[in-house]
């Protein structure tokens, strides 16, 4: 299993990214997949979640209305994408899988400052 993030960066306040994971090693479209956040001092949390289709989604209470996740499963990627960023939003997001265990990428760094 190999997860792959892109997209972070620095954004200034009410700015957007969209993150990227490509996943390969095993069947894409048979899993649900997530995102996870950790910000410095803090623990790891979920931020969203999307079924192995696609059609049902979760989002922190955090980020609701301002982040939307989604899939392509013809391309074994995951997306993130990231609207009205704020500052408490800064930390490194990681593309997350279970199969029998949690699979994680290396985390791609965001952070939002003017």
């Known amino acids: 299993v190999q997860l792959v993030e892109s997209g972070g960066g620095l954004v200034q306040p009410g700015g957007s990214l969209r993150l990227s994971c490509a996943a390969s090693?095993?069947?894409?479209?048979?899993?649900?997949m997530s995102w996870y956040r950790q910000a410095p001092g803090k623990e790891r949390e979920l931020v969203a979640a999307?079924?192995?289709?696609?059609?049902?989604?979760n989002v922190a209470d955090s980020v609701k209305g301002r982040f939307t996740i989604s899939r392509d499963n013809a391309k074994n990627t995951v997306y993130l994408q990231m609207n009205s960023l704020k500052p408490e939003d800064t930390a490194v997001y990681y593309c997350?899988?279970?199969?029998?265990?949690?699979?994680w990428g290396q985390g791609t760094q965001v952070t939002v400052s003017s």
């Open positions: 090693g095993f069947t894409f479209s048979s899993y649900a």
């Open positions: 997350n899988v279970y199969s029998q265990r949690n699979y």
């Open positions: 999307i079924s192995s289709t696609g059609d049902s989604t």
